[in-house]
C-alpha cells in the first residue's frame, strides 16, 4: 500500500526566504507525481506535474525534483513571497488512483 | 462550466439523514475521483471513475457510502444514515489523463 509522507508539517519563514519541502513515498511503482497548493476553506489547485520518466519542472519560482528510486520529491520555492502562504500536498499516481501526503502548511510573513 | 463544479459548497444534515453530494466534471475528462478531507487531515480516497470501467470503489469507508457516474459525466456520492464522523470536506476531481482538476468541495456537517 503507498504511503505519502511530507516534511515539514508546518514552516514559518519571513519573506524572501528560498524554502524547500519534501515529499516521500514507499512504493516508487508510480506513474507520476503532482504538487498542489489548497488555500484555507479552497479546493486544491495544481502546481507542477512530474512524470516517472522526468527528474524535474519549474513554474516560475517553484522547482519540483523527483527521484523514483529513492522515493523522493521536493519543491523548491524561490523568494517566498506572502501570497505563497497555503497548504502544499504532494500526490503520488500509481495503479489508478492518486494517494496524498498529509501536505505542509506554509507561513511566509512580511 | 470551465472548472469542477461541486454542489452544494456547505451541507448540514441531522444525524440519520441521508445526503447526496453532486460533481459536475470538466467536460471531456474521462477519469473522476472523489476524496474525503476531515479537519486538519490530508485527503482520503473514496473512489474512482475512468471511463466505462468498473469503479474503485476500495476507498469507501463503509456501505453507508455509495456513488454513481451517470453517463460518463455527473457523479452522485450518496452518504446514507449520516454520522457525525462523516463531517468533512467531499472533494471532486476529474482528469483528462494525468494532471487532475478539483472542485471547491462540499463541506459536509452532521449534527
Known amino acids: 500500500k503507498q504511503e505519502v509522507t511530507q516534511i515539514p508539517a508546518a514552516l514559518s519563514v519571513p519573506e524572501g526566504e528560498n524554502l524547500v519541502l519534501n515529499c516521500s513515498f514507499t512504493?516508487?511503482?508510480?506513474?507520476?507525481l503532482q504538487w498542489f497548493r489548497q488555500d484555507p476553506g479552497k479546493g486544491l489547485t495544481s502546481l507542477l506535474l512530474?512524470?516517472?520518466?522526468?527528474r524535474e519542472q519549474t513554474s516560475g519560482r517553484l522547482n519540483a525534483s523527483l527521484d523514483k528510486s529513492s522515493g523522493r520529491s521536493t519543491l523548491y520555492i524561490a523568494a517566498s513571497q506572502p501570497g505563497d502562504s497555503a497548504t502544499y500536498l504532494c500526490a503520488v499516481e500509481g495503479f489508478q488512483k492518486l494517494v496524498f501526503g498529509t501536505g505542509t502548511r506554509l507561513l511566509v510573513s512580511p | 462550466g470551465a472548472g469542477v463544479s461541486q454542489s452544494p459548497s456547505n451541507k448540514v444534515t441531522e444525524k440519520g439523514k441521508d445526503v447526496e453530494l453532486r460533481c459536475d466534471p470538466i467536460s471531456g475528462h474521462t477519469a473522476l475521483y472523489w476524496y474525503r478531507q476531515s479537519l486538519g487531515q490530508g485527503l482520503e480516497f473514496l473512489i474512482y471513475f475512468q471511463g466505462n470501467s468498473a469503479p474503485d470503489k476500495s476507498g469507501l469507508p463503509s456501505d453507508r457510502f455509495s456513488a454513481e457516474r451517470t453517463g460518463g459525466s455527473v457523479s452522485t456520492l450518496t452518504i446514507q444514515r449520516t454520522q457525525q464522523e462523516d463531517s468533512a470536506v467531499y472533494l471532486c476531481?476529474?482528469?483528462?489523463?494525468?494532471?487532475?482538476?478539483f472542485g471547491q468541495g462540499t463541506r459536509l456537517t452532521v449534527v
Open positions: 512530474i512524470q516517472s520518466s522526468q
Open positions: 512504493d516508487s511503482a508510480i506513474y507520476n
Open positions: 476531481a476529474s482528469s483528462p489523463s494525468r494532471v487532475a482538476f
